[in-house]
């Protein structure tokens, strides 16, 4: 599979493309899953086709990764995306997922999330990644905890109060 992007024991992450806009429509349309994200639902098709090419598809083009659809590899079944993400307001690459409930709790975020920001550090070369989310957003803090980030303090970010998470690549020694 020449489009996937990294694999982990579980998943294949791979890039979005306009063929995933039903799945992402209906990921980025369930209340439950938009609750944390100071994002409204998409409402039909047309805004998340344009969400697809005015974020991940152009993240693509523009800095060569993004967000990532997530793929269970037992079932071969669109689970949600993860990535990294360049934030051109803050000048930072950012680590964000998000999945459909039925498959929270089963620590498939830990391990894309992992699996992204090994990435990031190691292929791509980033001196650091950073993680945000809503401070009432329990899970997803403890998904960045459990992906090595750690908590540097608190921001305002798009006009709402958020944790901010850090994770540095190791230092290395030089001659």
Known sequence: MSDVVIETERLLLRKLTEQ????????????EVMRYTGEDCFTDLQQALDGLRERPLRDYQKFGYGRLACILKDTNEFIGWCGLKYLEELDEVDVGYRFFPRFWGRGLGTEASRACVKYGLEVL???YIIGIALPENVASTRVLEK???QLEGDMKYEGFDVVRYV?????TVSD
Do not use: M, R, T, W
């Open 20 to 31: 995933d806009v039903e799945l992402f429509f209906q990921l980025n349309s369930d209340p």
């Open 125 to 127: 070369k980033l001196p």
């Open 147 to 149: 992906s090595g980030l």
């Open 167 to 171: 994770i540095k690549k190791p230092a």
